[in-house]
């Protein structure tokens, strides 16, 4: 089982960045994906989950309306899009595969597979 996290990088508050993460290994129709992310100092957080079944999508309120969760079922692919970031998201995001129950996506013990983080540094 794989979870690859990429994208990640400098970017300048105000402006965007795609992260991908790809996975391999497991039954892919049977996962959501989830975002989360950790701040230097911060327990990790979750910013969104896509669900497996109807494409549902669920956001942080600290992300809601700058950042976009979409899967790509051909390619086993989620990506996050985000924009307008401010330096308060820097964090290195992780991606996870798991079945979480109702109103527990952002809990990590609802996740099985983990990805290995990518680091989105906003600043100036």
């Known amino acids: 089982v794989q979870l690859q996290a990429s994208g990640g990088g400098l970017v300048q508050p105000g402006g965007p960045l795609r992260l991908s993460c790809k996975a391999s290994g497991f039954t892919w129709d049977d996962y959501a994906i989830g975002w989360f992310r950790q701040a230097p100092g911060k327990e990790r957080e979750g910013v969104s989950c896509?669900?497996?079944?109807?494409?549902?999508?669920i956001y942080a309120t600290s992300v809601k309306g700058r950042f976009t969760i979409s899967r790509d079922n051909a390619k086993n692919t989620v990506y996050l899009q985000m924009s307008s970031l401010k330096p308060e998201d820097t964090a290195v995001y992780y991606c996870?595969?798991?079945?979480?129950?109702?109103?527990?996506?952002?809990?990590?013990?609802?996740?099985?597979?983990w990805g290995q983080g990518t680091q989105v540094t906003v600043s100036s």
């Open positions: 996870a595969a798991g079945r979480p129950g109702p109103d527990l996506w952002g809990w990590e013990d609802e996740y099985d597979y």
């Open positions: 896509i669900s497996s079944i109807d494409g549902s999508r």
